[in-house]
């Protein structure tokens, strides 16, 4: 999968088009699936992709055009084929609150001891086209619940459904970085950034302003275990300020083959410096919790939609 993939960003790479999204311009590859589809996909010429396993589940998805920060747009965004890893870890509550805007809430494992994580995804077929993402995040209560129960906090760190605030998301393209900026209030920016994911192996490198070492991931993949499309659809809704304003995005992701590990044996993070290493660190990490790859998936991300996140009232 890899070989094919890499060959096609590649060639695609030196041949682009540049594209309008509410007044700000981005690159995208001549032929590649924005600019043939503009979020209007053919999914039947999609399923005959080979690194494309099904598109069932888009199929029950239906696309609605919105208005946007950056014009009108289709949502959600589709993603056929991409793999991800994460590495969940304990952290001070003291430290990871004092990264969150006041309005949010560190969801906490134990009375002073929130959740983070490290975050590394490879988006191979997807509506944008080829692109890698890294994230450092932070577990949040939702922003519109009561007191959260044992059962909430068993079923997120099972990766059905989180809430989530993030601190660093960098990508390596173009048109990802402007409509997750501008679109999605998300702090985007663009950098030399590969990710890859097979059976056997994890790896992950992001590099800083400067060419050098951001932040690197090297792990043996946990044992995969395969899931039919639709089995197991797990969900991350997202916090965001745009415009003054709170919104939340939702990204549903079906599972199709993911392992977990909860020991932290054949993986190495390292922190270098840059934005992604500077985040985390102020994040005060204590231990690695759980480590969770999934060498394949696909996922829908909505646009985001305004939600009521309630003042503190200390």
Known sequence: ?????????????????????????????????????????????????????????????????????????????????????????????????????????????????????????????????????????????????????????????????LDGYVLSLPVNSDIAQVRGHDGYGFPKWVTDLDVDINDLRTTARVANDAGGLDLSLLADTPTQRAYPSGERVGSLTSYTKINGGWHSTLNQTNVLNAGTTRGTKGVTLQLGEGRMSDDLRSLKPKRTIQFDVMTEGQAALHMPVPTSVPSRSK
């Open 1 to 161: 999968m890899s070989s094919s993939s890499s060959s096609s960003s590649s060639s695609n790479q030196q041949d682009t088009v540049k594209v309008d999204l509410g007044g700000r311009e981005a690159t995208v590859p001549k032929g590649g699936l924005y600019d043939r589809y503009r979020m209007t996909p053919d999914l039947d010429a999609i399923a005959r992709d080979p690194r494309v396993s099904g598109v069932d589940f888009f199929r029950r998805l239906p696309k609605i055009k919105v208005d946007s920060p950056i014009g009108p747009t289709l949502t959600p965004n589709f993603y056929y084929t991409m793999s991800s890893a994460r590495l969940t870890m304990v952290a001070p509550t003291r430290a990871i609150r004092a990264r969150l805007p006041e309005e949010l809430s560190p969801l906490e494992l134990a009375p002073g001891l929130g959740l983070i994580s490290v975050m590394f995804f490879r988006y191979d077929v997807c509506d944008i086209d080829f692109y890698t993402e890294a994230a450092v995040g932070v577990a949040v209560k939702p922003a519109r619940h009561g007191k959260l129960g044992f059962f909430d906090l068993v079923t997120g760190l099972k990766n059905e459904h």
